[in-house]
């Protein structure tokens, strides 16, 4: 059974900073791309990262670019977001998903076969 569980959410301020994890279970990183994925209340699911299987090629939405980085240790199993500058706009539950890698990232929720069940973060002004 895949298993996809996110960790590290929760409310900062302003400015600060946060590490999200998504460890996997059922499937393995060598051969799955991950993305991130984050929903507010009232908004459609945005795509916001991915990395692919290789843990070397990355993509970002705009919205994030230069704050948020997107790494994986395939060892463990685990892709990592770390979030900077967070911003009130950052609010929502963040999910992570995987999809086999067939070298093409995608941003859009599409094509995601596996999900978690998600974190919330809040980021107070």
């Known amino acids: 059974e895949v298993q996809l569980v996110e960790s590290g959410g929760g409310s900062v301020q302003a400015g600060g900073s946060l590490r999200l994890s998504c460890a996997a279970s059922?499937?393995?990183?060598?051969?799955?791309?991950i993305g991130w994925f984050r929903q507010a209340p009232g908004k459609e699911r945005e795509g916001f990262a991915c990395?692919?299987?290789?843990?070397?090629?990355?993509k970002y939405a705009n919205s994030v670019k230069g704050r948020f980085t997107i790494s994986s240790d395939n060892a463990k199993n685990t892709v990592y977001l770390q979030m900077s500058n967070l911003n009130p706009e950052d609010t929502a539950v963040y999910y992570c998903?995987?999809?086999?890698?067939?070298?093409?990232?995608?941003?859009?929720?599409?094509?995601?076969?596996?999900w978690g069940r998600g974190t919330q973060v809040t980021v107070d002004s």
């Open positions: 059922g499937l393995a990183l060598d051969d799955y791309s």
């Open positions: 998903a995987a999809v086999y890698d067939y070298g093409l990232l995608s941003l859009s929720p599409s094509g995601y076969g596996y």
């Open positions: 990395i692919g299987s290789s843990a070397r090629d990355r």
